[in-house]
């Protein structure tokens, strides 16, 4: 019987902000590299301790201007790298938000 594919594993993460589990492909990853930084994680294959967030503006929001980012990647964020990642995220998410026309 050709069952193959139905029952297929899907990987899935849960959002440090709003805590919902997704499809990790519906997650953004963030990583902490070798010196406390944190950078976004595009392909999902860099090494490190790692976070997701939603491609949800209210998630990048209160995921990095709270500490729920420094506690779960367990480093302190700085101020630089917060406004790194607001920037990044407003792109981003800005992005796909305009593809969208509903
Ligand atoms: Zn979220």
């Known amino acids: 019987m050709g069952r193959k594919g139905i029952s297929q594993y899907i990987p899935q993460r849960t959002c440090v902000a709003c805590r919902q589990v997704r499809p990790k492909r519906e997650l953004i990853r963030l990583v902490r590299i070798t010196n406390g930084i944190i950078e976004i994680d595009t392909d999902g294959k860099k090494p490190g301790r790692g976070a997701y967030l939603c491609k949800n503006l209210e998630c990048w929001e209160s995921g990095i201007k709270g500490n729920r980012l420094d506690y779960t990647l367990r480093t302190t964020i700085t101020k630089e790298n917060r406004e790194q990642l607001m920037k ?13 026309n509903s």
């Open 88 to 100: 990044y995220s407003k792109d981003v998410l800005k992005e796909s938000k305009d593809g969208k």
